[in-house]
């Protein structure tokens, strides 16, 4: 497995932070049709006190090839209430663009293809061996479940994220997860 390190031009003015804490990470989808606009999404500055900008730690293409954005000594901002003792992981998927908050959209048709899930799973497997602490892999949409009124409908309610989405194959993203989390548990184990 190979990382491109690519750092956003503020990764250096994110707030440090320790590595012993990491327990949690954290899967997207970049809701955008290609990794150059991810890319240029995650260089706008939102944060004016820090100058920083909202961003996963890593991304990953469709054709496989991971990318780090921000190094993972540092807080990316990626998900409200949980960017501190996370890794971000935003996966390259058009989502529901360019109508993320239509209510006649909220339905994304982009299958993830084998290659990135494979990549996915090879991240997942080395970030667990560098951080033993991380325990629990989440879903953007299980820890962001603010609703809000529809753009076209103010009636309708929607969820504000969804990602990764319907069609994103958690449960065995998930069970890859776990065995993972039983390797390294039994592994210890050997190791006392």
Known sequence: MKIIDELLSYSGRLEPRPLSNLDLVVLHCTELPTLMMAREY????VHTDSHTGNAGHY???RDGQIYRYIPDDRMAHHVIGYNQDSIGIEI???GRYPDWYDSKHQTPTEPYPDVQIAALKDLL????QRFPGLARLARHSDLDTQWMAAEDDPAVSIRRKIDPGPLFPWDGVLAFWKSLQIHHRD???GSS
């Open 125 to 128: 497997r080395d970030l667990k």
């Open 42 to 45: 995650g260089e706008r500055i």
């Open 59 to 61: 991304y990953l293409d």
């Open 187 to 189: 592994a210890e184990k």
């Open 92 to 94: 390259v998927n058009a």
